[in-house]
């Protein structure tokens, strides 16, 4: 039986529908929510997400944010969401190396806070690149 999902960041709506299920990058780890899941309000990491509707998946990379799961929907609130068909694979590598390349000056640098920020770049990169691969497979 399927339930809403509603996924939305401070631009707007990002994603809304009927799904089967879905799989959410948590702070401890991925978890899955299916149709008259328990109520709880879940922290979520930097990370992929899985949507099943209809038999079908489809993924989307997401920034850090919550989840509120209260058994007939979902809904998540991201810093930002990227469905795997809006990403630009040239530019999600292209940012990998980017970040990579800021986070290695960072390295030497004597704020913890600059270097912080720059691994969530590359993390957020890296994300946006493994989701723009999973729609090319």
């Known amino acids: 039986m399927p339930f809403e999902l ?7 709506q ?7 299920r879905v799989v959410l990058p ?11 899941h328990e109520r709880f309000l879940a922290p ?7 949507i099943i509707t209809e038999g079908e ?3 989307a990379a997401v920034a850090d944010g919550f989840a509120e799961v209260d058994g007939e929907s979902v809904t998540v609130l991201v810093d930002s969401c990227e469905l795997e068909h809006e990403i ?9 190396a ?17 270097y ?3 691994e969530g770049e590359l993390e957020r990169a890296r994300t946006r690149v493994a989701v723009s691969r999973r729609k090319r497979q």
């Open 26 to 36: 948590g702070r401890e780890g991925e978890f899955g929510v299916l149709t008259n």
């Open 98 to 114: 980017a970040a990579q390349q800021y986070l290695d000056k960072a390295a030497g640098d004597e704020d913890p806070e600059r």
């Open 14 to 20: 990002s994603y809304q529908g009927s799904v089967e």
């Open 88 to 96: 630009d694979a040239a530019r999600a590598d292209a940012a990998v």
């Open 116 to 118: 912080r920020h720059y």
């Open 6 to 12: 509603t996924i939305v960041t401070p631009e707007g």
């Open 57 to 59: 998946a489809l993924y």
């Open 44 to 50: 979520l990491r930097v990370g992929a997400v899985e």
